[in-house]
């Protein structure tokens, strides 16, 4: 079976169960960012080169967003990391500070 076959899943990296989904829309975005919020979890921004995003660890666009509560500001920057870095994979991480995890995490924007 050759990889035109075997379609889209089988030929393009994968970094959760969003990127089997079409790409969302920013009002799908902003539904992800006020569920995060909602629970509690604090936002974080991560950023990475598209040859190395298979790697565990991406750099941080900033700091944490400790007890933000307007999505909006949380999109901006989402945005603010795009425009810095137009050939990196954007993520939005939603940490749980009392699982001391990652409560959500999904790539936002997907470098071409």
């Known amino acids: ?33 006020t569920y995060i919020l909602a629970n509690g979890w604090n936002a974080s921004i991560e950023h990475e080169h598209p040859s190395t995003a298979m790697d565990y660890y991406w750099p941080m ?6 007890g933000e509560t307007d999505p909006g500001v949380i999109m901006a920057e989402i945005e603010a990391c795009r425009r810095a870095y137009p ?25 071409i």
Not at 61 to 66: D, G, I, R
Not at 93 to 105: I, L, P
């Open 87 to 111: 050939d990196h994979h954007v993520r939005l991480v939603g940490y749980d500070n009392y699982a001391q995890c990652k409560g959500h995490s999904f790539v936002v924007y997907r470098a």
């Open 1 to 33: 079976m050759n990889t035109t076959e075997m379609g889209d899943h089988a030929t393009t990296a994968r970094f959760e169960t969003f990127s089997y989904l079409p790409p969302l829309s920013r009002d799908d975005v902003m539904a992800q960012i």
């Open 61 to 66: 666009w900033k700091m944490p967003f400790f």
